[in-house]
């Protein structure tokens, strides 16, 4: 590590009020960045307008703040970052790096050679330019055959070749919204985030974002993803399958002590009924990145803590 400060974030996005995969991403990114001496932003991911759930962004914030998880400075909101986005993407036009996409998601499947971890690989269709008479819906940045590689906190070595793992992917959308690939790197970029931890369904875009950094002359952030909620049968616990809301007033200590044990630390029994405040201290000091079980289990959760 640097002299650099190390600067963190939690990353939410108001789609409904904080769930318990969430809280493991907010308690780990809060503790290994507290623990570096470092800052910890907070940054509400509503880009994606139509799934912004009134109310939500207040009800994470409400519960953050009963948990102790205080972030420093100004919360971003990605919703009010466009022009930041659109400067983005001038930026990468103009070195050439982006083309306009006519193409529907029923023509790229159609197309596509084989489905990708991340859904159809885009064919390169529209790269040499648009045929004639069609309209651009989309932009997408010419992806390199290169792999990227990285080292990931918990998961290790990974590398991807993005043109076989995705092709040349979408900034900007058919729908007219900046694509979140983008609207992430732009945002840690600008507020110098250089540490992001965060859930494993993530993983596999890190080697895009990656790519983006470099495309835009940004330093990489170090990353550290942790492994997700699984039912016990393996099956990936989320928002849409067995929602967990949490109820922080009922017990926020124990929520704490729980994540904490998930990410594979044991938090001594004379201090698990603590104040919220007490036990994140502790696990700030605490905190063993090694513990963290990384394997494809995830973390088998069945049992909700209060
Ligand atoms: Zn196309």
Redesign the pocket.
């Known amino acids: 590590m640097s002299a650099e400060q190390v600067v963190g974030r939690f990353a939410p996005s108001p789609t409904g009020p904080l769930h318990f995969g969430s809280l493991i991403a907010a308690v780990g990114s809060f503790c290994l960045a507290r623990q570096a001496g470092g800052r910890w932003l907070l940054r509400m991911e509503d880009l994606d307008a139509p799934r912004v759930v009134p109310g939500a962004a207040d009800d994470i914030l409400f519960t953050l703040d009963k948990l102790g998880l205080h972030w420093d400075g100004e919360i971003i909101w990605q919703s009010r970052r466009n022009d930041a986005y659109q400067a983005a993407v001038e930026m990468l036009r103009d070195k050439g790096l982006i083309f306009d996409?006519?193409?529907s998601r029923k023509e790229i499947l159609a197309s596509a050679p084989h489905p990708g971890e991340e859904g159809p690989v885009y064919p390169g269709?529209?790269r040499p330019g648009l045929a004639a008479g069609r309209k651009p819906r989309a932009l997408r940045i010419i992806v390199p055959d290169k792999q990227v590689c990285f080292t990931d906190g918990v998961f290790g070595p990974i590398q991807q070749v993005l043109s076989k793992a995705v092709g040349d992917f979408v900034l900007h959308r058919a729908d007219g919204m900046f694509a979140y690939q983008l609207a992430v790197v732009v945002d840690d970029a600008a507020s110098g985030v250089n540490q992001v931890v965060r859930g494993a369904d993530l993983l596999s875009s890190t080697p895009r974002q990656i790519f983006l950094y470099a495309c835009l002359g940004s330093p990489v952030p170090e990353y550290t993803h942790l492994p997700l909620l699984t039912d016990r049968q393996g099956k990936k616990i989320s928002k849409r399958h067995g929602a967990i809301g949490l109820e922080p007033a009922v017990n926020p200590s124990a929520l704490i002590v729980r994540a904490l044990e998930l990410l594979g630390q044991v938090v001594p029994e004379k201090i698990n009924e603590s104040p919220p405040i007490e036990l994140l201290e502790w696990a700030c000091q605490n905190i063993d990145r090694q513990r963290i079980p990384a394997g494809d289990q995830g973390l088998v959760f069945d049992d909700f803590p209060v």
């Open positions: 996409c006519a193409c269709t529209c």
